[in-house]
């Protein structure tokens, strides 16, 4: 070609010679060479005459290359959808005003982005749209989970001043697929990683030049044009290919030299043909961003559209050049789509987490829980939750931290796998407890902090009545707390409050109820039950359960109206008792309805603690927020005269307590003293409820911990009663597996069931528990094994963490180990996390993993379809080890009631005492012989549950002769709380 330059011009004017050039151009790319820029002005010197090669440029096919890339994004939305069913990136179009320019370039934003398989939504607003009307349809698209890429379009169309500025940089970044952002553009310019999302324009212009095989580094590059949009963006992009970047404008002095010297020349300064063509270096790469309307005689609508680079001359110089049209444009919307696609698929995936641990500084002897809480620091919970992959839309702060969570995270991570679940139960505890909520902490710092695993504990909330009363906070203890641990125990963020209204709402509606129906006449009811002549969406699923097909208040009979308007409640048979969040014994039994305004109907009744409430158990196994809504409707709290039960929706107040208990849905997030996130959610009895925390925060905390991550939560009591209605009831409900039991136990517990000296809350131990006692101690183990039997028997691999104490000797330990080993369990370790902290955990935290890679096969232990009689004898007797049960009169008589109510198919949640495998809190160790008495049974059926009572089961605790409320004060300088713990 050197050698005849009439050769190369036969080749750049044949389809097959073009090809050929452009083949061997990009492989010698990879040798940065280019050949095409070489060989042009090579043969255009050897000719002779610049003039030979006067249609030279190849010009650069935008389009050819958008519909390339529009058929490679619609490949790969297929491809993610195979791993994400149901994945379809959303882009949000914002337009205010109706400017033509603007429609137009609208219809080609959602004509690419369905072409691909994306959805688009316009969102048109009029003219008269204010700017705070703008930004608030904004923060609705940015909090919206299912939209995942948001522009505005400009320029606005309002009759109000607008700050674009303000209104551009209100877009999420992670959803700015525009790319204007501050901190989008700002992320651009400053070195490192590029951003995930930058300006679509530049971007399009940069693979233009690429496509032409041009090395850039070490070209140079002059941008004319310092727009945000285009100039000063592409110019950092061309800056991070390491050419040698020149930004001009229209001032510039002397443009035309500096262009002369370009080996890339990007023009994008929206002037007419401002660059002249014989200002093109020769096979200089020549992109034009300009679009300028200019008279056309010949064309339809009068004008034509040129670029900012004088086209026609340009093309005899250029190596390469856009057109206009047909250049640019379709880039810059083929790339606006690919950022929707990534931006969509960036949504979609979880992302390893960033955690940042907090550092212990240990101290021996161990101070207070309080002195140690107070030493750390916490993180700001904003940057908790960004370090774990929660987004700021997804988090409603409630001071500085603790925030909740908002459940549209289950959408965004729906396909994400889950990880392990990993329940902490306890032995038989003594009345001083044996650390499990300690231990699943200590276990969580390990994870996290020290195995660098993602890791979630999830824990019940604290009632303020313990708090307040003998037993003080509770957010486990010495180097394994939860923090802030006042902000713990102390209306955490109102849950229980908001229970506490909406249990009490039910108790005065029904007694309302009752007394309404005692003072009037069936006409009068009927007539004032009925507003504005309609039923109400719960009258009418009364009428429904009644069994009337009507809908028009005025077409009911008589007997009908007195149907509808009389519940006829059984005073006998009421259940729903209020609720405080206090210790009071002296609300154990109360007459109700003194005043004389009631007009003598008074009835005996009495008040429990909040955290007993069944609202309180529906919390804590609710799905989402539609179920709570269904559970609701569901309560039971009497039966009328002819036994039929009396619920919620029929007093017409169930959408009333869901409007009261719509924010406890959403789990709150905390840190332990090592920085690993908590979820607190729910806090429902482990006697009469099920004593777990939330299957919601479990469910957000599996997804966003994801596969090879573990979730850490805690069944209440011992695994009799806890673990047991762990898998029964939670688990049957959820449909979660769980991974590993964790069964915690102590030298002392087991010391105590081998027959040592009863253990008492405010006494010192015997010396049987602070001195080495083998003996005990081996008569006592016979609790730890029966547990890890019940825990195999559901076919869940279990680790014994032994709490240790200082007392506690080597033998006392190996003793213990050899036993659960014996007894099936996966392990047994030692675990000192009370006094060192997550590092004291480690060796238990390993075996758990260990233990969570063996194969599972869980299983429940009874078919809810069974009888309810035998229902509560599998319990007993495989679980317990009684020979039967024994059903008392009474009791008979509730299960009779509830068959024929149609709820035998409800699972069993025994109510004993914790203090022994039996019903009786004096049989100590696994005893056996026993029969279990039972004396009642009672329906939570919103919460999905029967609950068998074994015993007298109190549901109001009193205060003690020296409560902790004693200790209790605050420095009203500092506002710092002392006495708590």
Excluded at 145 to 167: A, C, R, T
């Amino acid at each position: 070609i050197l050698h005849n330059p009439g050769q190369f011009g036969k080749l750049e004017h044949s389809k097959q010679g073009r090809m050929w050039l452009k083949t061997t151009s990009r492989l010698l790319a990879a040798t940065r060479t280019n050949l095409i820029p070489i060989l042009r002005p090579l043969a255009r010197f050897s000719s002779g005459s610049p003039k030979a090669w006067s249609t030279m440029a190849e010009i650069i096919d935008g389009r050819a290359i958008a519909k390339s890339l529009r058929e490679e994004y619609k490949h790969d939305i297929d491809k993610f959808k195979a791993t994400v069913p149901g994945f379809e990136p959303h882009l949000a179009i914002v337009q205010v005003g109706g400017r033509e320019d603007s429609a137009v370039y609208i219809r080609m934003k959602v004509k690419a982005g369905q072409e691909v398989g994306t959805k688009v939504t316009h969102h048109h607003l009029d003219q008269d749209t204010s700017e705070v009307e703008l930004l608030e349809q904004i923060r609705c698209l940015n909090d919206d989970p299912n939209v995942h890429g948001i522009i505005v379009q400009l320029p606005l169309d309002s009759h109000h001043d607008i700050d674009e500025v303000v209104v551009t940089n209100a877009v999420h970044p992670d959803k700015d697929v525009d790319g204007f952002t501050r901190f989008n553009t700002g992320a651009l310019a400053k070195k490192g990683e590029l951003p995930m999302l930058y300006a679509c324009t530049p971007k399009g212009c940069l693979h233009l030049i690429r496509s032409t095989g041009i090395d850039l580094v070490g070209k140079k590059a002059v941008v004319v044009g310092r727009s945000d949009i285009v100039g000063r963006p592409l110019s950092y992009l061309l800056t991070r290919a390491h050419a040698t970047v020149t930004l001009c404008h229209s001032r510039t002095v002397d443009l035309a030299a500096e262009i002369r010297q370009a080996d890339v020349v990007v023009a994008a300064v929206g002037s007419k043909e401002l660059i002249k063509g014989d200002w093109i270096k020769p096979g200089a790469v020549v992109i034009d961003c300009g679009t300028n309307s200019v008279p056309d005689a010949s064309k339809k609508s009068g004008q034509r559209l040129v670029g900012d680079v004088e086209f026609a001359v340009a093309k005899e110089h250029a190596g390469f050049i856009t057109p206009v049209p047909g250049g640019v444009g379709p880039m810059t919307v083929a790339m606006l789509i690919g950022n929707t696609v990534k931006a969509a698929k960036h949504a979609m995936t979880n992302r390893d987490w960033k955690l940042r641990a907090l550092k212990l500084k240990l101290q021996k002897p161990v101070p207070s829980d309080i002195a140690i809480a107070r030493a750390q620091a916490p993180k700001p919970v904003h940057r908790l939750a960004k370090e774990i992959g929660i987004r700021d839309s997804e988090l409603e702060q409630y001071g500085t931290y603790k925030a909740k969570v908002n459940l549209d995270i289950l959408d965004r991570l729906a396909a994400q796998k889950d990880g392990k679940y990993i329940v902490v139960a306890g032995i038989t505890p003594t009345p001083l407890g044996e650390g499990k909520s300690t231990t699943a902490v200590g276990l969580t710092q390990a994870l996290g902090a020290h195995l660098n695993k993602n890791v979630f504990a999830c824990l019940r909330q604290p009632s303020q009545g313990p708090t307040f009363g003998i037993k003080g906070g509770a957010a486990g203890g010495g180097y394994s707390q939860i923090i802030p641990m006042e902000e713990f125990n102390l209306h955490l963020t109102g849950d229980i409050h908001a229970i506490t209204a909406a249990n009490n709402l039910m108790a005065a509606a029904l007694d309302a109820r009752m007394f309404h129906e005692a003072t009037q006449t069936d006409s009068a009811l009927y007539r004032r039950l009925i507003k504005k002549g309609k039923f109400s969406a719960s009258q009418l699923q009364r009428l429904e359960k009644l069994g009337i097909d009507k809908t028009d208040p005025e077409e009911l009979t008589p007997e009908e109206r007195k149907d509808f308007a009389r519940l006829d409640i059984d005073p006998s048979t009421i259940t729903w008792q209020r609720v405080v969040d206090t210790n009071d014994r002296y609300l154990r039994k109360i007459t109700i309805g003194q005043s004389p305004t009631e007009k003598g109907h008074t009835r005996e009744t009495q008040f429990d603690i909040a955290v007993a409430s069944e609202l309180m158990a529906i919390l804590a196994l609710t799905q989402d927020l539609g179920d709570m809504r269904k559970r609701m409707d569901q309560i039971v709290v009497a039966a009328d005269h002819q036994g039929r039960p009396i619920t919620a929706c029929d007093l017409g107040v169930a959408g009333a307590l869901t409007v009261l208990m719509k924010d406890t849905v959403k789990p709150t997030l905390m840190q332990t003293l090592e920085g690993t996130p908590v979820f607190v959610h729910a806090g429902p009895f482990a006697n009469i409820a099920h004593g777990n925390s939330s299957i919601i925060a479990d469910r957000i905390a599996l997804k966003l911990v994801g596969d090879g991550g573990f979730v850490v939560t805690e069944a209440g009591f011992g695994a009799d009663i806890g673990m047991e209605k762990f898998f029964d009831i939670k688990c049957r409900q959820s449909g979660l597996e769980p991974s590993a039991v964790c069964l915690v136990c102590t030298v002392r517990a087991l010391k105590m069931h081998g027959g040592g000296p009863a253990v008492s809350p405010g006494k010192p131990l015997a010396d049987e528990y602070v001195q080495e006692n083998l003996e005990l101690l081996k008569a006592g183990v016979v609790n730890l094994t029966q547990h890890i039997e019940n825990a195999v028997r559901f076919g869940v691999p279990v680790v014994v963490a032994i709490n240790v104490f200082s007392s506690d000797t080597d033998a006392e330990i190996a003793l213990i180990r050899e036993a659960a080993i014996a007894a099936g369990a996966a392990d047994a370790v030692s675990s000192t996390h009370w006094e060192e902290g997550g590092a004291g955990a480690s060796n238990l935290a390993e075996a758990v993993v260990k233990a969570t890679e063996k194969p599972a096969d869980f299983k429940l232990l009874y078919d809810v379809t069974l009888p309810i009689e035998d229902k509560i004898r599998q319990i007993c007797q495989q679980i317990y080890r009684a020979d039967d049960i024994e059903i008392l009169p009474e009791a008979q008589a509730k299960i009779d009631r509830y068959k024929a109510q149609g709820y035998n198919d409800l699972p069993i949640c025994m109510a004993k005492t914790h203090l022994s495998f039996s019903h009786d809190a004096d049989l100590k160790g696994a005893p056996r012989g026993f029969v279990v008495p039972i004396r009642d049974v009672r329906a939570s059926v919103g919460a999905g549950f029967l609950y068998p009572l074994c015993g007298t089961m109190s549901t109001m605790p009193g205060l003690p002769t020296r409560p902790c409320f004693y200790d209790v004060d605050i420095d009203p300088e500092t506002g710092v709380i002392d006495g708590l713990f």
